[in-house]
């Protein structure tokens, strides 16, 4: 069964607005979740690495004011994109390791459909 | 940094033949390779993994090799079912910076 859990599967959002999304680790603790975007037939791109109880590391490219990243908890990690585009129209997946270290099978969550009207 | 080639970006093979994906990556210290099948709308699913201290792993109908002096390594699926079509990603680990970096994806479709 899923052992990543991801809120919401869909989201329509007014351009100009927030959008928060949620990511849950369902049986074991994570320190550190990944946020990947994936537009339309292109592969997974690495948004930033959510690191529990301290800063985001973002990949080059992707602007941190305009995606926050929360890791509050060892089970919680949440993308909120700030003033929403519809550029920024995408499917959002988060991912964890099950196991503490990094080389081993990274289990992703269903996914958000983000489309910005 | 990190860069994972895939080819091809579409293959598309009868039922009941092979189908065969490649992916090369630039960084020689990459210990781990990850398949992931994804299907329209749906969330990445691994399928068959394999570490950098072995040169093959076999799963039933799905095997993957390892040339780490090449830096490739390939997905063979076998005896192909419509079941089978989906979109594949091939990833691999860096080990410094513990992230995953995607191949840009293959569509496989299997023709009945």
């Known amino acids: 069964g899923a052992v990543v859990s991801q809120h919401p599967s869909w989201v329509i959002c007014k351009s100009g607005t927030s959008v928060k999304i949620e990511c849950r680790s369902l049986?074991?603790?994570?320190?550190?979740m990944f946020w990947y975007r994936q537009f339309p037939k292109q592969s997974l791109m690495l948004m930033a690495t959510s690191n529990e109880g301290s800063k985001a590391t973002y990949e080059q490219g992707v602007e941190k004011d305009k995606f926050l990243i929360n890791h509050a908890s060892l089970t919680l990690s949440t993308l909120t994109v700030t003033s929403a585009h519809p550029e920024d129209s995408s499917f959002y997946i988060c991912?964890?390791?099950?196991?503490?270290?990094?080389?081993?099978?990274?289990?992703f969550g269903n996914g958000t459909r983000l489309t910005v009207t | 940094g990190e860069n994972v080639e895939q080819h091809p970006s579409t293959l598309s093979v009868q039922e009941g033949d092979s189908a065969v994906i490649k992916c090369t990556y630039s960084d020689s210290a990459s210990n781990y390779f990850p398949w992931y099948k994804q299907e329209l709308g749906k969330r990445p699913q691994l399928i068959i993994d394999i570490r950098s201290n072995v040169g093959e792993k076999k799963d039933q109908r799905i095997a993957v090799t390892l040339n780490k002096t090449a830096k490739h390594f390939s997905l063979h699926i076998t005896e192909t079912q419509p079941e089978d079509s989906a979109v594949y990603f091939c990833?691999?680990?860096?080990?410094?910076?513990?992230?995953?970096?995607f191949g840009q994806g293959t569509r496989l479709t299997i023709n009945p």
């Open positions: 049986d074991f603790q994570a320190t550190t």
């Open positions: 990833a691999a680990h860096i080990q410094g910076a513990q992230k995953l970096v």
């Open positions: 991912s964890a390791n099950r196991d503490t270290q990094g080389d081993s099978p990274l289990h």
